[in-house]
């Protein structure tokens, strides 16, 4: 059980990891094409 618990967590915590990159990433692209650059 606990085995199985912690490797869900992991696989979990990568993914948000991933996503809240993709997300700042996205933005930085956002902004910088607002600002013209």
């Known amino acids: 059980k606990g085995a199985t618990i912690s490797g869900l ?3 979990e915590h990568q993914g948000f990891s991933s996503a ?3 997300g700042i990433t996205t933005s930085t692209k956002k902004i910088h094409q607002f600002l013209g650059e």
């Open 9 to 11: 967590n992991e696989m």
């Open 20 to 22: 809240l990159i993709k």
